[in-house]
């Protein structure tokens, strides 16, 4: 198949990206959903700046016009993007179920946790 492997996951237009869609979807649910102190609702806010970015440069690099050495060429930083992007929401993800009360401690994690 022609597809580059960036194209491939992140691709927004032309019916794919669904991977992309659902993870990002996930992320903005639990930004919305987000409540509790000062230090939550800030921990949202830049969560929510940081997804913002991640959609920005996964759309710049599933733009078919972009060269697949470029591609290559930012990969690496994409993925580290990725993983701060996820690392970001389960954080907020458990500061919001601490302060919600909807956390258990018996079970290690909260009834919020299942599809998200």
Known sequence: MGCRP???????????????RAIAAGIGRQIEQSS??????????REAAALAE????????ADPALSQAAVGIASSDYLYMTG?????????HITSSVRSGSYDAERG???????C
């Open 84 to 92: 701060l992007v996820l690392l970001g929401f389960m954080w907020l």
């Open 6 to 20: 960036l194209t491939c996951i992140a691709a927004i237009e032309e019916g794919r990206g669904v991977a992309f």
């Open 36 to 45: 509790g102190g000062p230090s939550t609702v800030e921990l949202a806010n």
């Open 109 to 115: 994690d909260d009834d919020r946790s299942r599809g």
């Open 54 to 61: 991640w959609e920005r440069a996964s759309m710049l690099l």
